[in-house]
């Protein structure tokens, strides 16, 4: 069984010396590849690095994520053109998008975070849409207004993932119809997570993408402990049953929508 972690930030393995070990028992347990996901300024740099050092196993993406949006964020986006430049390039722009569950609990505060994020967001769609290369939406608290910005854009919606799928099967049905498809985490085993296990059944295995987001968000039987790409065989697991599937299949449909997306050689 071959696995890819679509969705994934190595760099606090990195900074604790732990990413080699990290690694190894990654591909011990079958999960041959890696995308890993850039928020910020601090993370591109040492994710160019990384993809440069690992060829063909570490990939990575650059985008200003919703959390690390301020009054300074243009001259951050201002510098994600110079990283979609042979040979190191990043495979996605992203992660990108809303966020209005960690807002200021002052109300005229949260308004003006949310400005600044819509308007991050729209020009972050904007760059991306000019590259023509695939996007990953972070959208926490705000499909509707996520939605729409990315209907506005323009951008092709087969180039939309939405990782990290939290919504339910009514909402993975709207981004499928327009032509995107959602990705998820180790939240599908969780017991009270039935309406995450309904949007899985509901989008099926046609573009089916699996993801750790570690080191967040640890699987059953795991949770309360860091979570690391060797545990995205038990979401893979977990999936496949809410898909009726054997987990060898739906491992071998995931990775090669994960290619097929991301345009992986």
């Known amino acids: ?10 760099q606090s ?3 604790k010396g732990e990413l080699a070990a990290v690694l190894d028992r990654a591909r011990a347990a079958g999960v041959r590849r890696f995308i890993t996901v850039g928020t910020s300024a601090e993370d591109w740099v040492p994710y160019r690095e990384l993809h440069a050092a690992h060829p063909g196993e570490i990939d990575y993406t650059v985008g200003l994520h919703p959390c690390h949006v301020d009054e300074d964020w243009g001259t951050a986006v201002s510098q994600l053109n110079s990283f979609f430049i042979p040979p190191h390039a990043p495979v996605a722009f992203g ?3 809303l966020d209005f569950f960690h807002l200021p609990k002052d109300p005229v505060q949260a308004g003006e975070v949310i400005l600044q994020q819509e308007a991050a967001f729209r020009q972050q769609l904007m ?8 996007v990953i939406i972070h959208s926490r608290d705000a499909f509707a207004e996520s939605v729409q910005l990315i209907d506005a854009s323009g951008i092709d919606w087969q180039r939309i993932v939405y990782h990290c799928f939290t919504y ?10 327009r032509g995107g498809r ?10 009270s997570a039935h309406a995450v296990r309904e949007a899985v059944r509901a989008q099926g295995v046609d573009r089916f993408m699996l993801e750790t987001d570690c080191p967040y968000l640890t699987p059953e039987p795991h949770r309360g402990k860091p979570n690391e790409p060797a545990h995205l065989t038990h979401i893979a697991q977990r999936c496949a049953e809410a898909l009726a599937l054997p987990v060898e299949e739906l491992a071998a449909r ?6 097929d997306f991301f345009g992986l050689l």
């Open 13 to 15: 393995f990195k900074d």
């Open 182 to 191: 959602a990705s998820f985490t180790g939240i599908t085993t969780y017991k």
């Open 127 to 134: 760059l991306a849409c000019e590259l023509d290369c695939p």
């Open 95 to 97: 992660e990108i998008g």
């Open 254 to 259: 995931a990775t090669q929508n994960t290619k």
């Open 1 to 10: 069984m071959e696995l890819i972690d679509s969705h994934c930030h190595l």
């Open 168 to 177: 339910g099967a009514d909402e993975v049905a709207q981004i499928n119809q």
